[in-house]
């Protein structure tokens, strides 16, 4: 049988139910389950806002658009951000009409807290983190740069629902989570966008939903207004997320620090089995960080045969991510960062997900020793 990458697991009953819910009560549009999961997003990791949305894409965009508008910033301005990322992480920057600096990563594949300081000019505006995988890397060191230089913190926290930093959520300016269908916390598609400051938090409202003041549910919630009546303060988009999704997570949370725990268990057992390798490099989790573990990411030569050879024995792999430098929109600073292009020849997930088995992680790692083992010997 093969062994996938991820494969999400979801509490079917808990699920339906939340759903049935929503179809008993005529209300699967925004509002309803969307207010009840930010309410518990909220609880659960102890930031102050939370705004339900269709993706963490959108929450991303969104994020630099409120920034950019709110602070006066231009067109063209400047964020630092990474090459090593999901492609959508650096086209919310384009998307906002900003200019992506690439700086290049450390050895837990997040942001060098020492090249981003260098990438800094008077341009610059913000700077996007990444928790690669869950991981926190150098965060706190980004955050006091960010400090210092007066810029905003931008918080990709795609990965890292359930990670905790010396005990504590990580949080930047603005934290954005996901919740598409293979992370941690599964839905069909959604995230969240969690601001520090009220104030863009209720703007962010407003713009998630076309620039309106006041959403449909909230209208219907008050039998006393005409429901018809609300202005249009500002153009924006429809980003807010619906009651279908927002009940799916709403079943999902429950299970979430669980899930984890499962997958720091699958963690522990591939670094037991890949511990005095050498040829087997695996990228490690930063101190005082407590992973969600949403990646288990080894460095490996000749990356290409292995993945063959694996997917030969049904063990599916991922690679994430590729040098965003690649593509032809970033290809302008194609050298800026060769620490990241060198790694993202040789970086490969392993599959991890909670209905992994003892047994299957012992599959991985025996059929991951045996073919690098095997070429090994041939090229001797």
């Given amino acids: 049988m093969a062994i996938q990458l991820f494969v999400p697991t979801f509490d079917v009953e808990a699920c339906l139910g939340e759903i049935r819910e ?8 925004a509002g309803f ?3 009840a999961f ?22 991303l965009h969104l994020a630099l658009d409120i920034y950019k508008e709110q602070h006066g910033w231009s067109d063209g301005d400047e964020v630092i951000t990474t090459p090593i990322t999901f492609v959508s992480t650096n086209h919310a920057i384009l998307h906002a009409n900003l200019k992506p600096v690439f700086a290049d990563v450390d050895a837990h594949l997040c942001l060098d807290p020492d090249d981003v300081e260098r990438k800094i000019t008077p341009h610059t505006r913000a700077v996007v983190f990444v928790g690669l995988g869950g991981n926190t890397g150098q965060l706190s060191r980004i955050a006091e740069i ?3 230089h007066k810029l905003v913190l931008v918080l990709d926290a795609a990965h890292m629902a ?15 989570y996901s919740f598409q269908a293979v992370k941690n916390l599964p839905t069909a598609d959604a995230g969240m966008i969690c601001f520090a400051d009220e104030d863009f938090d209720a703007l962010a409202r407003r713009k ?21 009546q609300y202005e249009v303060e500002s153009v924006g988009y429809k980003y807010h997320g619906n009651s279908i999704m927002a009940a799916i997570g709403l079943a999902q949370l429950p299970h979430l620090d669980a899930h984890n725990a499962r997958r720091r268990e699958i963690a522990a057992l591939y670094d037991k089995g890949f511990a005095g390798r050498a040829e087997i490099a695996t990228v490690p989790t930063a101190a005082g960080c407590f992973s969600s573990r949403h990646l288990y990411q080894i460095l490996i030569d000749d990356r290409e045969k292995l993945i063959a050879d694996l997917n030969a024995r049904g063990i599916n792999t991922g690679v994430h991510y590729r040098n965003n430098l690649d593509y032809p929109m970033f290809a302008d600073q194609h050298a800026a960062c060769p620490k990241a292009a060198r790694q993202s020849q040789h970086v490969l997930s392993l599959p991890l997900h909670p209905q992994l088995s ?12 045996t073919c690098v083992e ?7």
């Fill in 358 to 369: 003892d047994g299957d992680v012992s599959r991985v790692v025996e059929a991951v020793c």
């Fill in 162 to 176: 359930g990670t905790k930093l010396n005990g504590e959520t990580p949080r930047g300016d603005v934290t954005v």
């Fill in 22 to 29: 929503c179809l008993e009560k005529g209300w699967t549009g």
């Fill in 146 to 148: 960010c400090t210092r």
């Fill in 38 to 59: 930010e309410e518990a997003w909220k609880s659960y990791s102890d930031l102050p806002h939370a705004h339900f949305l269709n993706s963490a894409t959108s929450g």
């Fill in 208 to 228: 998630s939903w076309l620039g309106i003041n006041k959403d449909t549910y909230a209208r219907a919630a008050d039998a006393s207004a005409y429901k018809w």
């Fill in 33 to 35: 389950k969307t207010i």
């Fill in 374 to 380: 095997t070429r090994l010997e041939r090229a001797l």
